[in-house]
């Protein structure tokens, strides 16, 4: 059963789940049927999400750019809020790649802000400047093609709704 759209996050509260949220879990096709699941630090633009990643993930997106992501906060049921993205992913290959990237450069300070001090400690926003090195260390820019989010806050307020209207 789908998830009513009364339980949908908003634009904005997507943005601001896009914006704060700190890990994001990528999961890819590996060789043969295996699913490889991984969390990543990632930013938003431009309606996509970008990370920095190597390694078994790079080669999976070079295969088969097919994926999905998952952003989501809390733990307890009614406090559940997140976003599920179903799309495909592109390994930007080189320095020139990321230079045509309309979003990458706003993207570099963003992640620079939202993970300063890489664990929580306090240090001064500087911009990302990870760059394409070696084999597999690259920037993979996501483009989802659906998105389903949801808000269980809102569930208490619909079923209130529901019931009033019977």
């Known amino acids: 059963m789908p998830i009513?759209?009364?339980l949908a996050l908003t634009p904005e509260q997507l943005d601001e789940l896009m914006t704060t949220?700190?890990?994001?879990r990528i999961a890819t096709i590996g060789p043969g049927t295996r699913i490889?699941?991984?969390p990543l630090w990632f930013g938003w633009a431009g309606g996509k999400i970008y990370t920095y990643c190597r390694g078994q993930k790079v080669e999976n997106l070079r295969r088969n750019p097919t994926c999905t992501i998952l952003v989501d906060r809390n733990?307890?049921?009614?406090?559940?809020q997140g976003?599920?993205?179903q799309g495909t992913a592109r390994v930007l290959e080189d320095a020139d790649a990321e230079a045509a990237d309309p979003h990458l450069e706003e993207v570099r300070w963003q992640m620079g802000r939202k993970y300063a001090g890489g664990h929580g400690e306090p240090a001064e926003p500087r911009r990302n400047e990870s760059t394409a090195r070696g084999r597999n260390w690259r920037w993979v820019v996501?483009?989802?093609?659906?998105?389903?989010t949801w808000d269980n806050f809102k569930l208490a307020s619909l079923r209130r709704s529901r019931e009033?209207?019977?």
């Open 83 to 85: 976003a599920m993205f």
């Open 36 to 38: 490889n699941l991984t």
């Open 4 to 6: 009513p759209k009364e």
């Open 75 to 80: 733990e307890r049921f009614p406090e559940l």
């Open 164 to 166: 009033s209207a019977t």
């Open 21 to 24: 949220s700190w890990n994001m």
């Open 142 to 148: 996501f483009t989802p093609e659906k998105i389903v």
